[in-house]
């Protein structure tokens, strides 16, 4: 303990210690200030770095403030799968379409304190995400509609890497799906029915019509592993 302490009260180990403060200090100040930019409105510095900061802080601390702001959802969605068999026409079916989402809402519901709001968070996010382009997109929705062009160029950019992203999620959920309740599938279509939002004194009327929204076809991955808990459907 002596030797320690004397190596860190002379010059060389004051110089570290003074090394390491500054460098944390600095290391803070970046993480806010790129923090604070990140989570506030649109503005030009912050089109500018736009790139910058889904590299550092979109990506590695992605901020939502809805908690303390909170705005309802205007609308509510279930992904909708088709096993497509090696034999069936390329023609969009009408029938044999899968609600993946819909039971294990049910279901949390039913039982709180269980894991089905973990099992449909992964595709309820990435379907929210895909329409929308996630919390990253929304000041500059919001700027795009006022008119600012660069908004809209970086909206458009936010809105192509979400797609891409949240697009590979659920095509491991259909892979997942499929490769258990129809194992002689070869690719899935994709679809998201969208319900809109009951105001809570409208709770107790008739439900708005839903609308259905194709995603796309996607190849099956084989490698994805089985989930276990969907029900093959019997012949």
Known sequence: MTTVARAQS???GRAVLIAVKAATLVYFVIHFGLTLLYVGPINPVKLRNQRLLGMTIGNLFPQNWSFFAPNPMASNQVLLIHCVQPNESPSLPTAGWYDVSSPLIRRHQQQRFSAYDRLN??????IRDYVTGGQAATPFVKGCRNGSQAACETLSRIMEQSRNYNGQILEHVASCFCKQVSPNSTEAILRYRESPAREWPKRFAAPP????RDIGRVKL???VVDAGFYLRQSN
């Open 10 to 12: 002379g010059p060389v």
């Open 121 to 126: 968070r992964p595709q309820a996010m990435a």
């Open 209 to 212: 019509p839903a609308v259905d």
């Open 221 to 223: 991955d084989r490698d």
